[in-house]
């Protein structure tokens, strides 16, 4: 099945960078989304930022022009990319992965996906 293996995160002041990564591996490359949630309301996920297998990005309005989400070329590793952090970035973040097919027209949705990294924690504080 698909592993995710996550890495990165960590503590920084407000205004900072952090860079999370995504290992993925047991499935059809070219055939998933990829994706950076963190944790919302019990029971739900807030979408940050997902890459279809076209390179289409997407972003959750509320870090639009601080986060950016890439990939490397073999589509085995996610990064997502935190600049500009804020205390209201603070949160357990997870990578995710579904077919492209269920998840292609808007890759931020965590309804659409499937596979879960393990979560890192992210706190932004002064």
């Known amino acids: 099945g698909v592993r995710l293996v996550q890495a990165g995160g960590g503590s920084v002041q407000p205004g900072g960078s952090l860079r999370l990564s995504c290992i993925a591996s047991?499935?059809?490359?070219?055939?998933?989304?990829l994706g950076w949630f963190r944790q919302g309301p019990p029971q739900e996920y807030e979408g940050v930022a997902g890459?279809?297998?076209?390179?289409?990005?997407m972003y959750a309005d509320s870090v639009k022009g601080r986060f950016t989400i890439s990939e490397d070329n073999a589509r085995t590793t996610v990064y997502l990319q935190m600049d500009d952090l804020k205390p209201e970035d603070t949160d357990m973040y997870y990578c995710?992965?579904?077919?492209?097919?269920?998840?292609?027209?808007?890759?931020?949705?965590?309804?659409?996906?499937?596979?879960w990294g393990h979560g890192t924690q992210v706190t932004v504080s002064s």
């Open positions: 890459i279809d297998v076209n390179g289409k990005v």
């Open positions: 995710g992965a579904s077919r492209n097919s269920f998840c292609t027209d808007d890759t931020t949705d965590w309804k659409l996906y499937n596979a």
């Open positions: 047991g499935y059809e490359y070219s055939d998933y989304c």
